[in-house]
T-cell receptor
Framework: DAKTTQPPSMDCAEGRAANLPCNHS???????VYWYRQIHSQGPQYIIH???NNETNEMASLIITEDRKSSTLILPHATLRDTAVYYC??????????????FGAGTILRVKS | EAQVTQNPRYLITVTGKKLTVTCSQN?????MSWYRQDPGLGLRQIYY???????DKGDVPEGYKVSRKEKRNFPLILESPSPNQTSLYFC????FGGGANSPLHFGNGTRLTVT
């Protein structure tokens, strides 16, 4: 899988938008960008994924640059419960090595009141 | 509610005593997988299953067994647990295993301690 680079930590004020960046400059044209989060040893929670177009669901929005070399996860109104480690993952489009997800170090997002 | 359910959540056992961690999903998913998470090593895949009766090794399969006799269940078996298997374990499933447009959904984890 293509390597991803994320800042180790970020702070966000409660109620404000949290914008989490991710660089994936070696991404291939058919690889997807996935975002997961993990809250204190709970199971990783799927947030959103996309290929080329921007995506939005009830949890977040995913903005992918036109060249696909970077993306931003946006939590529109962050709450204290959004404090977690956020993982940006690039995933191949075919079954390879057990179709596993490769988690990096992620970004620790701290939402503060 | 659609979910992946693991049991037990916590387990303390002794070296050599066989144990099974159960995993069940109610989403009719074809693909299921087991991961372990250790400090500094992240999540690593143990075994996976593309469908019923189809299983294969992941990155760290030594000391583990799995079976997939039914679509919804994917138990993880430790025949002779050792202290180096002390870890946080996650089961996961997705609708399909052959494509990247199928999100993987995780259970809440089983924290295993082997003394």
């Amino acid at each position: 899988d293509a390597k991803t680079t994320q800042p180790p930590s970020m702070d966000c004020a409660e109620g404000r938008a949290a914008n989490l960046p991710c660089n994936h400059s070696t991404i291939s044209g058919n690889e997807y960008v996935y975002w997961y989060r993990q809250i204190h040893s709970q199971g990783p929670q799927y947030i959103i994924h996309g290929l080329k177009n921007n995506e939005t669901n009830e949890m977040a929005s995913l903005i992918i640059t036109e060249d696909r070399k970077s993306s931003t996860l946006i939590l529109p109104h962050a709450t204290l419960r959004d404090t977690a480690v956020y993982y940006c993952i690039v995933r191949k489009p075919f079954m390879e090595y057990g179709n596993k997800l490769v988690f990096g170090a992620g970004t620790i997002l701290r939402v503060k009141s | 509610e659609a979910q992946v359910t693991q049991n037990p959540r916590y387990l303390i056992t002794v070296t050599g005593k066989k144990l099974t961690v159960t995993c069940s999903q109610n989403m009719n998913h074809e693909y299921m997988s087991w991961y372990r998470q250790d400090p500094g090593l992240g999540l690593r895949q143990i075994y996976y299953s593309m469908n019923v009766e189809v299983t294969d090794k992941g990155d760290v399969p030594e000391g583990y067994k799995v079976s997939r006799k039914e679509k919804r269940n994917f138990p993880l078996i430790l025949e002779s647990p050792s202290p180096n298997q002390t870890s946080l374990y996650f089961c996961a499933s997705s609708l399909f295993g052959g494509g990247a447009n199928s999100p993987l959904h995780f259970g809440n984890g089983t924290r295993l301690t082997v003394t």
